[in-house]
């Protein structure tokens, strides 16, 4: 006796994945049907592709025609070891990858294809054909972490918890030991100067500069295990968002070590001066305020004196009974073709120094908005600004 649920046609399409583009104006989300594209802000559908397959992972090129696809879902529109470039003006593939084992992330720049599989990462110049320039191994990277800069990729080392930071004109890399136990999630900051990091504890985000792999900040989500989804830096470098299985939006001061540079040179310009903070400063005098002076008593555990964030909100998770296998999710039976096996929850992408969007994906894909901002208190706070279910059902 089958007791198996259907499968609900009439429910429209399910999203396997989303996706920002790298200004976050807008993302791309792969269906069990085909692809989008959708503009940001406000949520308003661009492009409809409808393949009669499924999209397991679609990446933007800025707001250019071209999206790298990998099929996914229960009837993959390409192999899950291919890389297809899509040309949506010509409506063809152009480029075509193929690899011995699964894709899990694709990068993109106007002049690299970066591409992240289980076990390495595969760099690529972007032309027609595409020419192989460099292959690193790595440690298991189910989730394909990997960031890609203008100048600078960083993904997975060779051993858990390790980042590996590569650049792009020179090819050196150096190597950051992030955390003890395996990564979960990576920003790059928009200048590039900022790496930030979570592994699968989900308590910590820790910040290195990449210029020199120094450790500059140590962020704390909280003291319980969680699931970090996202990482996401604003652009003008200066706060970071996370995002986790407790439905929580953190924001955090980004220690930066520009920030660092102009503290020594107003110390050395102003010796009277006691109100010349730097926005660090003020930074780590406001978030350490959650234990008061407790987080100034020597030789209490570490928790009392870490950096917390200075606001929080909630977000949707979305309710998924049901995924496009027509399997239950609690099951976790993982959907073939998407990085984890599961729709992606809780991306985050900065459309403005102050603005944040939440996307997710599954059948109850969801975008949300969110203001960071002064209250009539002084402090700041981040306030919810609207949210939609993106695929109209």
Same mark, same amino acid.
């Given at each position: 006796?089958?007791?198996?649920?259907?499968?609900?046609? @009439?429910?429209? &399409?399910?999203? *396997? !994945? =989303?996706?920002?583009?790298? $200004? +976050?104006?807008?993302?791309?989300?792969? %269906?069990? #049907?085909?692809?989008?594209?959708?503009?940001?802000?406000?949520?308003?559908?661009?492009?409809?592709?409808?393949?009669?397959?499924?999209?397991?992972?679609?990446?933007?090129?800025?707001?250019?025609?071209?999206?790298?696809l990998v099929g996914g879902g229960k009837q993959p529109k390409f192999?899950?070891?291919?890389?297809?470039?899509?040309?949506?003006?010509?409506?063809?593939?152009?480029?075509?990858?193929?690899?011995?084992?699964?894709?899990?992330?694709?990068?993109?720049?106007?002049?690299?294809?970066?591409?992240?599989?289980?076990?390495?990462?595969?760099?690529?110049?972007? @032309?027609?054909? &595409?020419?192989? *320039? !460099? =292959?690193?191994?790595?440690? $298991? +990277?189910?989730?394909?972490?990997?960031? %890609?800069? #203008?100048?600078?990729?960083?993904?997975?080392?060779?051993?858990?918890?390790?980042?590996?930071?590569?650049?792009?004109?020179?090819?050196?890399?150096?190597?950051?030991?992030?955390?003890?136990?395996?990564?979960?999630?990576?920003?790059?900051?928009?200048?590039?100067?900022?790496?930030?990091?979570?592994?699968?504890?989900?308590?910590l985000i820790r910040t290195f500069a990449t210029s020199n792999t120094?450790?500059?900040?140590?962020?704390?989500?909280?003291?319980?295990?969680?699931?970090?989804?996202s990482i996401a830096i604003s652009p003008d470098s200066t706060l970071?968002?996370?995002? @986790?299985?407790?439905?929580?939006?953190?924001?955090?001061?980004?220690?930066?070590?520009?920030?660092?540079?102009?503290?020594? %040179?107003? #110390?050395?310009?102003?010796?009277?001066?006691?109100?010349?903070?730097?926005?660090?400063?003020?930074?780590?005098?406001?978030?350490?305020?959650?234990?008061?002076?407790?987080?100034?008593?020597?030789?209490?555990?570490?928790?009392?004196?870490?950096?917390?964030?200075?606001?929080?909100?909630?977000?949707?998770?979305?309710?998924?009974?049901?995924?496009?296998?027509?399997?239950?999710?609690?099951?976790?039976?993982?959907?073939?073709?998407?990085?984890?096996?599961?729709?992606?929850?809780?991306?985050?992408?900065?459309?403005?120094?102050?603005?944040?969007?939440?996307?997710?994906?599954?059948?109850?894909?969801?975008?949300?908005?969110?203001?960071?901002?002064?209250?009539?208190?002084?402090?700041?706070?981040?306030?919810?600004?609207?949210?939609?279910?993106?695929?109209?059902?």
């Amino acid at each position: 006796m089958n007791t198996r649920p259907a499968i609900d046609e @009439s429910a429209g &399409p399910v999203s *396997l !994945s =989303v996706a920002f583009n790298q $200004d +976050n104006s807008c993302f791309a989300v792969g %269906l069990d #049907t085909g692809f989008c594209v959708f503009n940001s802000a406000p949520c308003a559908l661009k492009v409809s592709r409808d393949f009669n397959a499924g999209i397991g992972i679609a990446e933007m090129l800025g707001r250019a025609n071209y999206i790298a696809l990998v099929g996914g879902g229960k009837q993959p529109k390409f192999p899950q070891n291919k890389v297809t470039i899509w040309d949506d003006a010509k409506q063809k593939a152009v480029i075509t990858l193929e690899f011995r084992t699964r894709v899990n992330r694709v990068r993109l720049s106007r002049s690299r294809i970066v591409i992240a599989l289980q076990n390495s990462v595969h760099m690529y110049a972007f @032309s027609s054909p &595409p020419e192989k *320039l !460099s =292959v690193f191994e790595t440690a $298991d +990277n189910p989730l394909g972490l990997c960031c %890609l800069g #203008t100048k600078i990729v960083a993904f997975p080392g060779r051993s858990p918890g390790q980042v590996q930071l590569v650049e792009i004109g020179t090819g050196n890399v150096s190597i950051i030991p992030a955390h003890g136990s395996p990564l979960r999630a990576m920003e790059l900051s928009p200048d590039g100067e900022v790496l930030a990091t979570a592994s699968e504890t989900g308590t910590l985000i820790r910040t290195f500069a990449t210029s020199n792999t120094a450790r500059i900040g140590e962020l704390r989500r909280g003291v319980d295990h969680a699931y970090i989804y996202s990482i996401a830096i604003s652009p003008d470098s200066t706060l970071l968002a996370v995002t @986790s299985d407790k439905s929580t939006l953190h924001i955090f001061d980004l220690p930066h070590p520009m920030l660092h540079l102009k503290t020594d %040179l107003n #110390t050395k310009r102003s010796y009277r001066s006691t109100n010349s903070t730097t926005t660090l400063g003020s930074a780590e005098e406001t978030s350490n305020q959650k234990w008061g002076i407790l987080g100034k008593v020597p030789l209490l555990p570490r928790v009392f004196s870490d950096i917390y964030s200075f606001t929080s909100a909630h977000f949707e998770i979305g309710d998924d009974p049901e995924d496009s296998l027509g399997s239950t999710i609690s099951t976790g039976i993982p959907i073939p073709g998407i990085p984890g096996g599961r729709p992606v929850k809780g991306i985050v992408g900065w459309l403005n120094d102050y603005t944040i969007l939440v996307i997710g994906a599954g059948r109850d894909g969801r975008w949300e908005k969110f203001i960071v901002g002064e209250g009539d208190d002084g402090k700041r706070h981040c306030v919810k600004n609207g949210w939609k279910r993106y695929l109209g059902s």
